[in-house]
């Protein structure tokens, strides 16, 4: 219980720091929020989903453990899920 406890400690931390992060990238422009993981870091999968990214998809993608993914994206044998969170834009 004690490990659950302090994981959850730490996403709720991990959260609040993108979310400072994105209001810094907001007011210097940026439009879009990135984030790889590995498509079988199931907890990973979870939390970025849980804060609103969505797993990006598209042309050469492939659903790998449930989770559109890339193969190969940072070199052979290393596939990466990218999510994707739009910034809200200001004005």
């Excluded at 994105?22 to 993981?37: C, D, H, K, M």
């Amino acid at each position: 219980m004690a490990e659950i406890r302090r994981l959850l400690a730490e996403m709720v931390t991990a959260e609040q720091t993108l979310l400072q992060d994105r209001e810094q990238l907001a007011n210097a422009g940026a439009r879009t929020i990135r984030a790889v993981a590995w498509p079988d870091d199931r907890p990973a999968v979870l939390f970025f989903r849980a804060i609103g990214f969505r797993a990006e998809e598209g042309p050469g993608s492939m659903n790998l453990y449930g989770v559109p993914a890339w193969p190969d994206h940072e070199f052979e044998g290393e596939d990466r899920a990218i999510f994707v969170r739009e910034i809200a834009s200001r004005g």
